[in-house]
C-alpha cells in the first residue's frame, strides 16, 4: 500500500475518533448533570425536611414529658401536702433528679395566689389570678407559655398544670431553664451555616438565634407564617444582609410556636455547586484526553496496519522455517536409521573379541596381567557405549516417527526416566539437578507415546534454556512430577526455577509463532504443538509462572480404562 492510502485512513480514523466520544461525552454529561442537579436539589430539600420534622418531634416530646413530669405531681400528692416548703423540696429534688431542666416549682390555689415556692426568688404571696398563664390553667388544665419577663424581669417561660381538688381547682407552676432549652433548639448543625431557633405566632424569638437574633426580639426577616398546623413548608428567602437561605418551617404540637430551620442557598447545595465544576472541568479534560488520544491512537492502528502488512511476510518466511523443521525431524530419523546399522556391527565385532579372549584365557594362550585387565575393562566400556548410542538412536527413531496417533496404555513410573534420561546428560553438563517426584500410585494413562515424548522434550528444552538463561552452570533445578489428580485423571508436571514467564506473556505462551526467544532461536511453534497433541489427547495442558522464579506446566491425561 502507498502512503497516500495510509494518510487517508488516518484521516478517516482520527476524525471518527474524534468526533464520535465528544459527542457522546458531551450527551452523557448533560443527561447526568440534568438528573443530578434535580436529585440534588430533591435530596437537600427532602433532608432540610426530615431535619426539621425530627426535631420538631424531638422538641415536642421535651414538652410533653415535662408535662407529664407536673401532671404526675399534681396525681401523688395533695394540695396541703405541697403547699408544705419541706415537701414541695423534696419533690422538687425527686423532679430534678429525672430532669435538670425544671428552675423552680410554685403552688397555687383557686385564687392565683402563690402559697409555696421552690427556687431563687422570692414568690411566696404574689397573686397570679389575672397572669395569662393562670387564666389558661384554669381553662383548660394546662399552659404552656411564651418566653416573658414577669416579677423576675428575665425572660422565661413556664408549664403550668392544674387539678380539681374538694371541688377547687389548685395549679403547679415550674419554669424551664431557658438556657438548656436553647440549646435543645439550637441543637441542630446543617453544614457551616445551618441553624433552628422558634418563633410565637406573632413572629418573636422564643429561643436565640446563631446568626443573630435575641430573646423576645421580632424576627427581621418576618416569615410569613404558615397557615396550616400539620405541614412542613419550605422555600428560598432572602435575609435582612441579603443572604438567601433555604428554609423548612413546621409548627409544633404541644406549643404554637413555630420551628424554623434554615441553611444559606450557598452551603445547603454546595454538592450541585461542585458537580458542576466537575462537569465543567470533565468536559474540559475529557475533551483535551479525547483528542490527544486519538492522535495517538489513530498513530499506533495505522502503525500496527503497517506492521501487519509486514508481519504478512514474515509468517510465509516462518512456514518456510517450520517446514524445514520438520525435514530436519525427518532426517535425523534417517541419520539415526544409518547410525542404528554401523553400531549393530561394532556390537557384534565386540561380542566376537570377547569371545576370542575368552577362549584363550581358557586355553591357557593368556595369562593374567595388568595389561589383560585393562583390556577387558576397554571392552566392557565399548559395550557399554554401544548400548547408550542404541537407546539414542532408538529415541531418535521413536521421536522422529511420522504416523498417525496410535494411544496405548502407558505406565508413566517407566516411562518418564526413559523420557529423562535421554537429556540426563545435559542436564549434568549444565549443573542441573534433575529430581524424579513421581507417584508409585499413579494409574496408567491412554496416550501415543511418541507424541508424548515429543511434547515432554519440548518442555524439558525450554527448562533448560529457562534455567540457564538465569543460573548459568550451577545452581538450576529441574523437577518431572507423576501423580494421581483423582480416580479419572493422571497430571505430570515439568517444574523449573529459571528465569520465569511475565504476566502479559502468560496469556500468549500458547499461541502459535509466539516466543520469546532472540531471532533464530525460536519459532513460536513448540507449545502451540504440545498442545494441540495434549488436546487431541483428551487432556490440558497449564502453565503457572512468576517472573525470576520460575514456571510449572501441568499435563493432565486421562487414565487408563
Not at 84 to 97: G, T
Not at 159 to 185: C, L, P, S
Not at 227 to 253: C, H, I, N, P, V
Request: aromatic share 8%; charged share 25%; proline share 3%.
Amino acid at each position: 500500500m502507498g502512503g497516500n492510502h495510509y494518510g487517508v485512513m488516518k484521516r478517516i480514523i482520527l476524525s471518527c475518533m474524534i468526533g464520535l466520544p465528544l459527542v457522546l461525552l458531551l450527551s452523557v454529561l448533560s443527561i447526568s448533570y440534568y438528573f443530578f442537579t434535580h436529585s440534588i436539589e430533591s435530596a437537600t430539600t427532602a433532608s432540610i425536611v426530615r431535619i426539621v420534622e425530627d426535631h420538631r418531634d424531638m422538641i415536642d416530646t421535651f414538652l410533653r414529658e415535662r408535662k407529664a413530669d407536673l401532671a404526675f405531681i399534681l396525681r401523688s400528692y395533695t394540695f396541703k401536702a405541697l403547699s408544705n416548703p419541706r415537701e414541695l423540696d423534696a419533690v422538687f429534688e425527686r423532679l430534678q433528679e429525672k430532669s435538670n431542666t425544671f428552675v423552680d416549682l410554685g403552688v397555687f390555689n383557686e385564687a392565683g395566689l402563690h402559697v409555696a415556692y421552690h427556687g431563687p426568688y422570692k414568690l411566696v404571696g404574689r397573686v397570679y389570678r389575672e397572669a395569662t398563664w393562670f387564666k389558661e390553667v384554669m381553662k383548660n388544665g394546662y399552659y404552656i407559655s411564651d418566653v416573658f419577663l414577669g416579677y423576675r424581669r428575665l425572660p422565661h417561660f413556664v408549664i403550668a398544670v392544674g387539678r380539681q381538688e374538694g371541688g377547687k381547682t389548685w395549679v403547679i407552676r415550674a419554669t424551664i431553664d431557658t438556657y438548656m432549652f436553647n440549646h435543645i433548639v439550637e441543637g441542630v448543625h446543617i453544614g457551616k451555616t445551618g441553624e433552628a431557633y422558634l418563633l410565637n405566632a406573632k413572629g418573636v424569638f422564643q429561643t436565640q438565634r446563631r446568626s443573630g437574633g435575641n430573646l423576645m426580639a421580632g424576627d427581621p426577616e418576618a416569615l410569613e407564617l404558615p397557615e396550616s398546623q400539620s405541614s412542613t413548608r419550605t422555600f428560598m428567602q432572602k435575609d435582612s444582609r441579603g443572604e438567601k437561605f433555604l428554609y423548612a418551617t413546621t409548627w409544633l404540637r404541644e406549643k404554637n410556636w413555630l420551628l424554623v430551620v434554615r441553611q444559606e442557598k450557598s452551603d445547603a447545595f454546595k454538592a450541585l455547586y461542585t458537580a458542576t465544576y466537575l462537569v465543567l472541568m470533565v468536559s474540559v479534560l475529557g475533551g483535551a484526553v479525547i483528542i490527544l488520544a486519538a492522535f495517538f491512537l489513530t498513530g499506533r492502528i495505522v502503525s500496527r496496519i503497517k506492521r501487519a502488512d509486514t508481519e504478512k511476510k514474515d509468517l510465509g518466511e516462518q512456514l518456510i522455517r517450520a517446514s524445514r523443521l520438520a525435514e530436519l525431524g525427518e532426517m535425523a530419523a534417517g541419520f539415526a536409521h544409518e547410525i542404528n546399522n554401523p553400531l549393530q556391527i561394532i556390537r557384534s565385532e565386540q561380542a566376537l573379541i570377547e569371545a576370542i579372549l575368552s577362549d584363550l584365557k581358557e586355553a591357557g594362550g593368556l595369562k593374567e596381567s595388568k595389561d589383560l585387565a585393562e583390556l577387558e575393562d576397554s571392552l566392557g566400556q565399548i559395550r557399554l557405549q554401544i548400548d547408550r548410542c542404541a537407546k539414542i538412536t532408538q529415541s531418535i527413531l521413536k521421536f522422529g516417527r511420522q504416523s498417525e496417533p496410535v494411544l496405548e496404555d502407558i505406565d508413566l513410573r517407566d516411562y518418564i526416566p526413559q523420557v529423562t534420561a535421554m537429556i540426563s546428560k545435559k542436564a549434568s553438563v549444565h549443573g542441573i539437578k534433575l529430581v524424579h517426584d513421581i507417584s508409585e500410585d499413579s494409574p496408567l494413562v491412554n496416550a501415543d507415546p511418541g507424541q508424548l515424548q515429543q511434547v515432554l522434550m519440548n518442555l524439558l528444552n525450554n527448562a533448560f534454556d529457562a534455567i540457564v538463561s538465569r543460573h548459568g552452570s550451577e545452581g538450576g533445578e529441574l523437577t518431572v512430577g507423576v501423580a494421581p489428580r483423582d480416580s479419572e485423571k493422571v497430571e505430570i508436571w515439568v517444574k523449573d526455577n529459571g528465569s520465569g514467564i511475565s504476566p502479559e506473556n502468560l496469556k500468549k505462551i500458547f499461541s502459535p509463532f509466539f516466543t520469546t526467544k532472540p531471532i533464530g532461536k525460536g519459532t513460536g511453534l513448540g507449545l502451540s504443538v504440545c498442545y494441540g497433541i495434549i488436546d487431541s489427547m483428551g487432556g490440558t495442558i497449564e502453565v503457572a509462572s512468576e517472573k525470576g522464579v520460575g514456571a510449572t506446566f501441568t499435563i493432565t491425561l486421562p487414565a487408563a480404562g
